[in-house]
């Protein structure tokens, strides 16, 4: 039976062993589910990244993991425990299950290779069985999928805008058809019209192919837009998580309403709801 979850957090901490210690997340527990996109919100510092490499593995020292538990539960019904696989399997999961956009992306690519030959890199890695018809085949045909098109496999990236850049490192994360993609980031070096057009269309492609999001932002106002839930992270600890609507409307937290009225665009009328709610609490 396919678990209706496809990552499960537990009690995850994580310090940074400098002096004095960083206790960067603290007791973290979150169900992720499946096909839903989740936005992970929360001040520049409060441990937003230190999370999602963490649940990765992603992270080095002087960052060290000191409790809990990350299981995925792939849709074939078996469930992993990602902490205690060896570095050879856990190898496995990265990009063909879980994928990941990093912060800062759109610069990642090889400025002297192509975006085609960069995508066919994945599956020749990953998928060494494959021909090379093949993989020209589903090359063109992410490229297509992300918007970018499959006019421009040859293209090389100072000859595409920066947006057509992070659509291309979109298509590298999607290539495997991984179960979970973690965005951290992605988009914040982007004017506004086209970060909102690039996550309408990844809201899009998680209908089509059922995948979950985490997408990470200390911009609440885009998450609200985009996300199904919303997860508030504070000081290393997770304040809230609950539906976009719950998160704009009602609020349980203090700090999730202060973060909400510091966004300008979400203010006015909003900003005198909020007032409100915080009277009426008091
Ligand atoms: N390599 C590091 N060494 C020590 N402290 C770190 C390191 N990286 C991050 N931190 C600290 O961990 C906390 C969480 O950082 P981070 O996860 O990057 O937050 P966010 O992504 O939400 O901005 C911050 O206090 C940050 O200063
Ligand atoms: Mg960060």
Redesign the pocket.
């Known amino acids: 039976m396919t678990s209706e979850n496809v990552l499960t957090v537990r009690d995850f901490s994580v310090v940074?062993d400098?002096d004095p210690p960083?206790e960067?997340?603290v007791d973290v527990s979150l169900d992720l589910r499946r096909g839903e996109i989740l936005g992970l919100a929360?001040?520049?510092?409060?441990?937003?990244?230190?999370?999602?490499?963490g649940i990765q593995r992603l992270l080095k020292p002087?960052?060290a993991i000191t409790s809990g538990s990350v299981t995925f539960h792939d849709e074939s019904g078996t469930s992993t425990e990602l902490l205690d696989l060896g570095n050879a399997e856990f190898q496995r999961f990265r990009w063909d299950k879980i994928s990941m956009v990093f912060?800062g992306a759109m610069n990642a690519l090889n400025p002297v290779l192509s975006i085609g030959k960069q995508l066919a890199d994945v599956f020749e890695t990953h998928r060494p069985r494959m021909t090379r018809e093949e993989r020209t085949a589903e090359c063109a045909q992410l490229l297509d999928i992300v918007g970018v098109g499959r006019d421009r496999l040859r293209s090389y990236p100072h000859e595409l805008s920066g947006g057509m850049r992070q659509r291309v490192m979109i298509a590298m994360a999607l290539a495997l058809r991984p179960q979970l993609m973690v965005m951290?980031?992605p988009t914040t070096a982007l004017d506004v019209l086209v970060q909102r057009e690039i996550l309408l269309q990844i809201s899009d492609l998680r209908e089509e192919f059922g995948f979950s999001v985490v997408f990470?932002t200390?911009d609440l106002p885009l998450l609200l837009e985009i996300s199904d839930r919303i997860a508030v992270?504070r000081a290393?600890r997770l304040v809230e998580v609950d539906t976009a609507s719950n998160i704009y409307h009602h609020a349980q937290h203090e700090y999730t309403r202060t973060l909400l009225g510091s966004f300008p665009s979400l203010t006015g009328d909003r900003g005198k709801f909020l007032r409100a709610g915080e009277e009426g609490a008091a």
């Not at 929360?42 to 490499?53: D, H, P, V």
Request: with cysteine; hydrophobic share 35%.
């Open positions: 940074y400098v960083v960067a997340v929360g001040e520049s510092g409060c441990g937003k990244t230190t999370l999602a490499y002087p960052a912060q951290d980031e990470i200390h992270m290393g």
